[in-house]
Structures are given as C-alpha cells and as structure tokens.
C-alpha cells in the first residue's frame, strides 16, 4: 500500500508542477504541430494528403511530448536535488523510474489526440482501425518515455537535454518513414531506419491510419517492446553507475 500510494504522489506531483513549463509548451506542442503544418502546405491540402501525413503528425507529437516532459521533469529535480530524495521512497528504484515517465507517457497520449482532432475537420477518419492505433500510441509513448528518461539522467540541465535529444530525435524524423517510405532513402541509410524504435511505431500508424504498413504489425509491436525494454534497464543502469555506486 505504501508503495502505491508514493507511486502516485510522484506521478501527481510531476503532472501537477511540469505539464505546462515553458519547454514541454514549445518542444511538446507547438514544434510537433508546426513541423507537421509545413508537411501539410507541401502537400497540397487534400484529404488524401491529410491521412496520408497524419501518422506522422501523431508520432511526432508522441514523441516530441514525452521527451520534452522527462527533460524538464528529471533535469529540474536532479539540479535541485529532489531527486536524490526520491531515492529515498519506499519504492524500488524500478517503480521510481515507472512513476516519473508515467506522466509524460499520460501526456504523449494526450498530444497523439490534437492531430486526431485537427484531422477529423479536414478528412475522413472512419477507416482508422482503432484497435491498432491506440495500442500502437500507448506503446509508442513509453517507448519514446523511456527514452526520454535515458537521455535525461545522463546530462544535468534542461538544455542539454534538450540538445542531446535532438540529436536522436531529427535523424529519426528523416529516417523512420514519417513522411516519405523508408524504401526512398539511400540504401546505405536503410538498414539503419531498423535501428531505431521510431520506424515501428511509425510503420504501424501508417498502417493504422492510411492502410500503407510495410511490416507485420506483430513484428513492430514486438521490437516496440524489446526497445522499450532495452531503453529501461540502460537508464536503471545509467542511475546506477551516475548516482548511487
């Protein structure tokens, strides 16, 4: 019961306090939604084109909106040292880690819906299969959550986090199929697309949303998980090794 209840005190105060600071507004909300503009204006406007670059709209907000949330959260609590009282909890450090990426996973969710909502007053969306899609966001949100946590416990100040996550985050918006098929790029440049967790989650929203999925939708929920996994025990690994040893 204790540990319920210090799980829940972390995840209400992250949500309560961080949400709406001002790199969660401009990273979290306004890039993915101006990124995803340009793409829109580029391609002429139609509903076609709308589904068609929708997918990438909602990754990018998931992305984008869970690790701007870790960057500030842990960042600002590692300078102040609050977190090292954290460590104190009555919790394991695994249930620690769940608690602190649970409220951007929460809002990475919540981001994936404003392009679903803009959508809906531009084009058709009664062929979303559902069922896929919504698996495919939450896993898509902690994956990009752990992420997010891996790359902030390894710096100490918001803007490097920030810095350090960009240069994962715009390489993998070019090379995860977002926008254009990964079968576009030079094929020295293919076979890392499959190194990464975004060309997964992005290939099932296609899928999804536009019906134009390259792999089995099984096979990406399966290296969703597997990248979520290895991004965990790095960062465990990472606290370890940084804050405790």
Known sequence: MKRLTAFFSILGKDMRAYYFKPPNISWGLLFPVVWAGMFFIKSGGGAENIVSVLPGMVALSILFGTTSMLAVTVTFERKAKAFERLLLAPIPLGMLMLAKTGGAILFGV???FIPFLVGLFLADLSGVAWSVALPAIVMLAV???FFGLFVSVSVSEVFEAQTFSNFFRFPMIFLCGLFFPISDLPAYLQPLSYLLPLTYGADILHAAI????TMPPG??????FLFGLLLYLLTLRSIHRRWIL
């Open 110 to 112: 919540l981001n994936a």
């Open 143 to 145: 994956v990009s959550a």
């Open 219 to 224: 096979l990406d929920f399966l290296a969703l």
């Open 210 to 213: 536009a019906g134009k999925g």
